[in-house]
């Protein structure tokens, strides 16, 4: 079945680390997306990309970075100039089409230790 | 940005009853509208799409569209504990290329 996979599930980061977060789908989908979500609270947009090898800043792009080297996939790599970065991450993916909506992966819950 | 106006919550509602979901939007010109369906600690899970003014129906669940006052809502038929959730409204900008994400509300169906 196709889908898009994140991970890990959980991530522990200590201070002054960067980490990152894989997404990949086999959705054959051209655009990806990367969401934070904190608790009851709604989703704000990081990065996203609609082709390979080019990517733009969402809302809340700093202290965070992106590449699209691959259609399959969309890695997500938290600075340590993200200063708050406990949080839900969510990874989406899209067709061209307006109306086919956005696909979710999993998630990445990222803790700071 | 344009935004995408949703109550928190939470809604209540009886095992039985419909539950009324409503979102708001600012883009006079957005085109497609999805309802997303998140329970806690999981991702979004897309639920219903509408794009035609009017009613959708699918199952337990009907969407609404009114484009000249700007709103979507759904409906959700004989309600279920299992509806608890946090529902998203999303709309897709023309401008942005991308869907705005409501900021959620809250369901809680009680037996």
Known sequence: DGGITQSPKYLFRKEGQNVTLSCEQNLNHDAMYWYRQDPGQGLRLIYYSQIVNDFQKGDIAEGYSVSREKKESFPLTVTSAQKNPTAFYLCASSTRRRDDGYTFGSGTRLTVV | ?111
């Not at chain 2, 939007?25 to 035609?52: A, C, H, N, T």
């Not at chain 2, 979507?72 to 942005?96: E, K, M, W």
Request: aromatic share 12%.
């Open chain 2, 1 to 111: 940005q344009k935004e995408v106006e949703q109550n928190s919550g939470p809604l209540s509602v009886p095992e039985g009853a419909i539950a009324s979901l409503n979102c708001t939007y600012s883009d006079r010109v957005s085109q497609s509208f999805f309802w997303y369906r998140q329970y806690s600690g999981k991702s979004p899970e897309l639920i219903m799409s509408i794009y035609s003014n009017g009613d959708k129906e699918d199952g337990r669940f009907t969407a609404q569209l009114n484009k000249a006052s700007q709103y979507v809502s759904l409906l959700i038929r004989d309600s279920q504990p299992s509806d608890s959730a946090t529902y998203l409204c999303a709309v897709f900008s023309g401008g942005y290329n991308k869907l705005i994400f409501g900021a959620g509300t809250r369901l809680a169906v009680h037996p």
